[in-house]
């Protein structure tokens, strides 16, 4: 069984940056793509980025795109987040996914079938 822990959440002034780690035990995590989703108070859980399984493969939702930066460690069964330029608007509770298919992952969270507990990340203005 899958298992997916970040880390790496906090508090931080707007202009900031944050790291998150997601670290990957159990199963295979080599093979598969994996993403970052995000979900703020009284919203739906969105799509942020996706990593294709050797990591040579990115894609970023438009409001992180140039500011965040996803990469994967598969020696090392980790994937993270480098947020840059933080802003209020970032503000969520921040899930690592690893998807349910071989192949190129979607941008929906119905693609993913294991799911980290989530770290909050919080920019004030």
């Known amino acids: 069984q899958v298992q997916l822990v970040e880390s790496g959440g906090g508090l931080v002034q707007a202009g900031g940056s944050l790291r998150l780690s997601c670290a990957a035990s159990?199963?295979?995590?080599?093979?598969?793509?994996m993403g970052w989703f995000r979900q703020a108070p009284g919203k739906e859980r969105e799509f942020v980025a996706r990593?294709?399984?050797?990591?040579?493969?990115?894609t970023y939702a438009d409001s992180v795109k140039g500011r965040f930066t996803i990469s994967r460690d598969n020696g090392q069964n980790m994937m993270y987040l480098q947020m840059n330029s933080l802003k209020p608007e970032d503000t969520a509770i921040y899930y690592c996914?690893?998807?349910?298919?071989?192949?190129?992952?979607?941008?929906?969270?119905?693609?993913?079938?294991?799911w980290g507990q989530g770290t909050q990340v919080t920019v004030s203005s």
């Open positions: 159990g199963g295979t995590f080599s093979g598969y793509d």
């Open positions: 990593i294709s399984s050797s990591g040579g493969f990115t």
């Open positions: 996914a690893k998807s349910s298919y071989l192949g190129i992952a979607p941008r929906t969270p119905s693609g993913y079938g294991h």
